[in-house]
């Protein structure tokens, strides 16, 4: 894969970026939601443009989770708080309030595709 950064694990280890694992992720947290797979690829290579535009040459895992909360949230919320209640270790029910309660002020990816973007967002 061209110009990846390193992925720095929770652990401290390193390993090159896998797309595999990134897909499958995603694709957990998309079971059963109506969201295409073009949808999906679009968000996937999101993420990559955006690793391969960085400076550094390493990059944590908890940032490449937080870019696939950003883009789950775009595409559907019910996806979103399923990743993230594993990506943020929820341990009771207050933790899934407070997520839902929190992307309840958010505009619905139903908005984010009415919209048209005044910006480039990939800049």
């Avoid at 110009?3 to 595999?20: C, H, L, Q, T």
């Avoid at 694709?27 to 960085?54: F, T, Y």
């Avoid at 839902?100 to 958010?106: K, M, N």
Wanted: glycine content about 4%; hydrophobic content about 40%; proline content about 4%.
């Amino acid at each position: 894969m061209l110009n990846m950064p390193m992925v720095i694990k929770n652990d401290g280890s390193r390993d090159a970026f896998d797309e595999v694992r990134l897909r499958s992720g995603m694709m957990r947290s998309l079971e059963k939601r109506p969201v295409s797979a073009e949808q999906i690829e679009d968000a996937i290579n999101h993420i990559k443009r955006q690793l391969v535009g960085l400076e550094a040459r390493e990059i944590s895992s908890r940032e490449i989770g937080a870019m696939v909360m950003h883009e789950l949230q775009r595409l559907d919320q019910v996806a979103y708080i399923r990743f993230a209640s594993v990506y943020l270790s929820f341990e009771d029910i207050q933790a899934f309030e407070e997520a839902i309660r929190a992307l309840a002020s958010e505009p619905t990816p139903e908005m984010h595709r009415r919209q048209v973007p005044l910006i480039d967002e990939d800049s």
